[in-house]
């Protein structure tokens, strides 16, 4: 390829890369999903604007995947991965064997030779680690518990990949070639191979942990970022080449580099220094798996690739969502689970070339195990899609017919109406001080897991005059509303005002709008949810703009009261706007007045 063939190529690919993600996020379909059309649309099968160059540039783009486990390493520190444990070596297990067994059982029943079958399970059982990733970190879903087990079977399918190379050679009927493309162990007998991989590893997790923490510092000392950026990709690079030489999966060693460094003072540093490469190297693949869709093949046997798609897709679905079950998943998280690992994988094609090469699959099913694995890439955005609009919904409102708990209780000082975010942490001050707390929530599943910890918590709608009553109160002292609806929080207060007159109301108001709305109907305890942090963050700005810790907080909490007093006055005045302007204009010159006569009394 001349260089004028190379820059325009890249061209192609970078305009598709512009256009197709900005489009793609504005009909709704996500960036993954963008990509592999754009892909398809320039390939060689569509508008044939890229060629032959769409594999070498595919495996240039997989440095995206690396680069993107090597990351998510840095959010994972040691502790947190050994918390994973359990789901990595067990709901991963049985996410690989599982699956194979399904697969390369409907394989064999298709009159496949045993053999092929198994090589068919095992390569479909692999899920994409790029589009998983991407997809789940774009919906917000990767530091949920179904994220991470979802992440954990990720991971397990990355460690599952040295045996399987190590398997398929031992089914071959052809004499192997070299899996391991550059491996120097290959030729060496199996104990001394295992030396080196754990020597290797080994080496990894120390350099990580004594070598790179002081390299990193010493070039942060000249200042100079570009050599931090490069020092960040040496180290990607690096683990990424010497796993290789060992037959080892690239992304494993990089992602368990990213877990040593987790706990490092340049984490944040790093993260951001290869976010662009990682964002940037993941589209490019993205677009490069899309331009390999071959629509030829598509005409030649649309019903026998699409008849092995559906197929494929459904028993990886069942055998999926028969496992999130086993584990205790409820339906909405084991739908996701599911739908999120059930393409086929990067390195399936990896696989397809191995396996081809030993034999163990005819050049015809070789291509029609590509064709499924691509289309399976490109369905699976648009079957979270499904999942996120029609499936959840669905699920959620099954569970939330869930009937209300018989609540029981001995005695209670605070009902908790709402466990989220913020009541959470008001339930635990109260808790740990010995208060008696009864929390009503409305989520299913956030109930469940209170109680696995303990606490007492009631599944139900605390709108129902009747479970009110059940929590006691009529006992209580108080009622803290901690809902995240507006309008239910606006709701239950006045049913509480009208049925419960000797309960008091502490309420989180969303912002100055609902308070004012609240303290209109007579409910004098409101707190805007940001507005205590803020003035915190206020606080600390002061101190580190020369104030005193005292003065800072002196200064702040005048602030305070000035503003709660402001509020309290343009409630008043019942939406006058013109009222309203005057009043703030009165408000800001009082508040000036104030420090300023603060700050000549101090002098």
């Known amino acids: 390829m001349t260089l004028n063939q190379f820059l325009l190529s890249g061209l192609v690919y970078l305009a598709a890369t512009v256009l197709s993600a900005p489009l793609a996020k504005k009909l709704g379909l996500g960036s993954v999903l963008g990509f592999l059309i754009a892909g398809a649309v320039i390939g060689p099968s569509a508008f044939n604007l890229v060629g032959d160059e769409g594999e070498t540039v595919k495996h240039f783009a997989e440095f995206g995947v690396i680069v993107m486990l090597f990351l998510v390493g840095l959010e994972l520190e040691p502790r947190k991965l050994w918390a994973l444990r359990n789901h990595i070596f067990g709901l991963g297990l049985l996410q690989v064997a599982g699956t194979a067994c399904v697969l390369a059982g409907a394989a064999f029943l298709s009159y496949s030779p045993w053999r092929e079958s198994l090589v068919i399970g095992l390569i479909l059982a692999m899920s994409s680690t790029a589009i998983v990733l991407q997809s789940m970190q774009e919906r917000g879903f990767l530091k949920t518990p179904v994220g991470q087990s979802v992440f954990s079977v990720l991971l397990f399918q990355d460690i599952s990949i040295i045996p399987i190379l190590a398997v398929l050679p031992l089914l071959a009927i052809a004499p192997a070639p070299d899996a391991h493309g550059l491996s120097l162990i290959s030729h060496l007998p199996n104990w001394l191979q295992a030396l080196s991989i754990l020597t290797v590893v080994t080496a990894i997790a120390l350099g990580g942990r004594y070598l790179t923490r002081p390299l990193f510092r010493l070039v942060a000392e000249t200042g100079a970022r570009e050599i931090f950026v490069a020092l960040a990709l040496l180290l990607v690079m690096g683990i990424t080449l010497v796993m290789g030489l060992v037959g080892l999966s690239a992304a494993l060693g990089t992602f368990l580099a990213g877990v040593v460094l987790a706990d490092s003072e340049y984490r944040h540093e790093l993260e951001m220094d290869l976010q662009p490469f990682k964002g940037l190297l993941l589209a490019i693949f993205f677009i490069a798996v899309g331009a390999g869709i071959d629509f030829k093949l598509i005409m030649q046997m649309p019903m026998l690739l699409l008849s092995g798609l559906a197929a494929f897709l459904v028993l990886k679905l069942a055998t999926q969502v028969g496992l999130a079950r086993l584990f205790k998943m409820n339906w909405p998280d084991a739908s996701r689970f599911s739908v999120s690992l059930a393409q086929g994988s990067e390195f399936g094609f990896v696989l397809v070339g191995i396996a081809l090469g030993l034999g163990l699959v005819s050049p015809s099913i070789a291509g029609l195990l590509t064709a499924i694995i691509v289309l399976s890439m490109a369905a699976s955005p648009l079957l979270m899609m499904f999942d996120d609009k029609i499936i959840q919904p669905r699920l959620g409102m099954a569970a939330q017919e869930r009937e209300a708990d018989v609540i029981e209780h001995q005695g209670v000082d605070v009902i908790i109406a709402g466990h989220g975010r913020f009541g959470m942490t008001i339930g635990r001050v109260l808790t740990a001080q010995g208060k008696r707390t009864v929390v009503l929530e409305h989520d299913a599943s956030q109930v469940d897991l209170l109680r696995k910890f303990g606490l007492k ?101 005048v602030f305070r009261n000035h503003d709660e007093k402001f509020m309290r006055k343009s409630v008043e005045l019942n939406g006058d706007e013109t009222a309203l302007v005057n009043l703030a204009r009165q408000s800001r010159a009082e508040i000036a007045k104030v420090f300023s006569a603060d700050q000549a009394n101090k002098e």
């Open 457 to 557: 918590a009631f599944y139900g709608d605390a709108l129902r005059l009747d479970l009110l009553e059940a929590a006691g109160a009529r006992e209580a002292k108080l009622l803290v509303i901690a809902i995240d609806e507006r309008e239910k929080t606006t709701e239950l207060a006045k049913i509480a005002q009208k049925n419960f007159p000797g309960l008091k109301l502490l309420v989180r108001v969303f912002d100055r709008t609902h308070a004012s709305e609240l303290l209109r109907m007579g409910v004098d305890n409101v707190y805007r949810e940001v507005f205590a942090s803020s003035m915190d963050v206020a606080r600390d700005a002061l101190i580190e703009l020369g104030r005193s810790h005292q003065d800072a907080a002196h200064i702040v909490n």
